[in-house]
């Protein structure tokens, strides 16, 4: 099973997916011939963590080209350096730390809901990739990310919510955060223009897996259902949510300083547990490859 490096380990992680990858360099010469066997195993598995890096964000980011196109960030005053990369931090890009009112700060806990990244996107991303530069201490609550597998989510689905999902697709926006946290400014005019609302169908069909089917749906950018009436929609996403959340099907991964976790906006979701954010820093820094072609369900040509 492993040739990617001699000296690379490769294990199972601690629950129904995911694989850790130690003693593998991802910046060093030559990985590029690995990639083919990586792809492999993230196929298999749906999140790769690599452990024990040391990257710049410029390593980081010719990684990542090896797996596709870069996507940018609608917004670029959330970056530090590029479009390209997103820094999750409550700590400014001059190194302060920020309190947990601090905009910066609201905005990490959009991403305490369950989401893929980008599905706000006609074409949601393919896979993102965060790696671990200031994490919270052993002893501190909270801080994880978790993922839960949604091919295993719709396949436990009844019949009868299977069968009520087949044909419906909801509404995935970018400003849907701002109207979690009202505190949250305004985007402009110019990002309304670039991330317009867009549907997908609740079923994702994929055709690279024998048509195997997972549900897609995010609880930070949307709640509402198309041709369902507003009480409705929201009363079935919010069942979807409870889905996702009594899934047994989940990863938690606590991170450690050097962590790069690369993982699947295909078929999973994530959320990053909460944590005392007016206590502890958190700086991550992810990349995001682009996906290639719309989200396809059960009646798409
Ligand atoms: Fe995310």
Redesign the pocket.
Known sequence: MNNINKNALIGDLNGAFGVSIDKYDVSRAGVRDDIPRLKQLFDQHHVLVFKNQNLSEKQQIEFTKLWGSLENFPEADKTKDSVTTYHVANVSAAGDHLSENHTQSVFQKV?QLW?T?SSYRFIPSFA?LLYAIEVLPNHALGGETEFVDMFSVYKNLSDEKKAAVESLHMVHYYEYGRRIFPQLPAINSFERENVPPVSHPLVRVHQNRKGSRSLFFTENAGGEVSGMDHSSGKSLHAELVAAVSGSHYKLKHRWSKGDLVMWDNRCLV?RAVPYDMNNYRRVLRRTTVAGKEPVRGPFSS
């Open positions: 991403n989401h990244d993102s994530h």
